[in-house]
């Protein structure tokens, strides 16, 4: 996208963050894919469907358990939870490195002897740790013309302090505050919406129990709704809806705080000080989800 910033972000950013994309992806797939499977096995399971000589009911519940089963072996051996968690913490740290280097943060701080050349390595020796530290997946090599220092990482960095200021104001601090508003309310949304959904479920449970126990039906609906509450909840764990709005509405309020301070700085050095703590507070909240994940 020729409007953001993030084009011209390090090959190593890129990479891990189209890494952690294809994980993500393929873990909530494969989950959806596992669950489902389960509870077509619980619902054809039980009751029978004649076909001849044949319990079809009973082939498709095999069917959907020989499903499951494949599934949690690719979920065991390929490890896409163990990919996406990994290039996503590769894609922040390069990113927030990228930041700090851009517009004169702490380490990369400016100074009237500020030598490209020793930041540049610095900046390289940062994302060497970085690609160092990866086992769970392996990052795209970048083509040629991509770099881990860009051009326009270079123009940006060479900027004055004042359009410094707010090019990181606009590009990383208003937008990352917006995306974890947005965030936030998304996931409270989810949240919400499926603690209704299985509460509702489980009374529909409930209330098919008692028809049970009268005779009145003759179908293990109980069970039905158990299963499907039981992977919906499974479901829920997997994408953690109310952890996610919680610490994306704290880090919101944290940049909240960042952002009336933003003209406090006067001094180079007093800039670097300042996107060092703006950077802290991001990673943060990116530690509180790798830990809820881990």
């Known amino acids: 996208m020729a409007s953001d910033p993030e084009t011209g972000f390090p090959a190593l950013y890129r990479a891990a963050d189209r890494g952690a994309i294809v994980g993500q992806r393929r873990l909530l ?26 319990d079809a009911a009973a082939l498709v519940a095999a069917a959907a358990l020989a499903t499951a089963l494949v599934t949690e072996v690719y979920l065991l051996t390929v490890r896409p939870d163990r990919q996406w968690y990994e290039a996503r913490a590769a894609a922040e740290s390069a990113k927030t490195l990228a930041w700090r280097y851009l517009v004169g943060g702490a380490p990369f701080g400016r100074t009237a002897e500020d030598d490209d050349a020793d930041m540049d390595l610095l900046l390289h020796q940062r994302f060497s740790e970085i690609i160092r530290g990866i086992r769970g ?38 937008e990352q505050r917006a995306w974890y508003c947005a965030k936030a309310s998304y996931h409270e949304c989810r949240a919400s919406r499926w603690s209704i959904a299985l509460a509702s ?49 704290i880090a919101a309020l944290e940049l909240a705080d960042i952002v009336s301070r933003v003209e406090w700085p006067r001094t180079e050095s007093e800039w670097a000080h300042f996107v060092d703590e703006s950077e802290e507070a991001i990673a943060r909240e990116h530690m509180l989800w790798w830990g809820s994940r881990s």
């Open 137 to 174: 997946f392996a990052p795209v090599p970048p083509m040629e013309e991509e770099s881990q220092v860009t051009v326009m990482m270079r123009e940006t960095r060479a900027l004055s302090l004042e359009e410094r200021k707010q090019h990181y104001m606009t590009g990383r601090i208003n």
């Open 29 to 54: 797939t494969a989950t959806g894919v596992r669950l489902t499977a389960l509870v077509f096995a619980a619902i054809f399971g039980s009751f029978t469907l004649s076909a001849g000589r044949v």
């Open 201 to 249: 479920l489980e009374a529909a449970g409930l209330i098919a129990a008692i028809l049970n126990a009268d005779q009145i039906i003759d179908l293990d609906l109980p069970g039905i709704a158990g299963a499907v509450a039981a992977a919906g909840i499974a479901w829920l764990q997997t994408r953690q809806h109310q952890q996610l709005a919680t610490s994306y509405s």
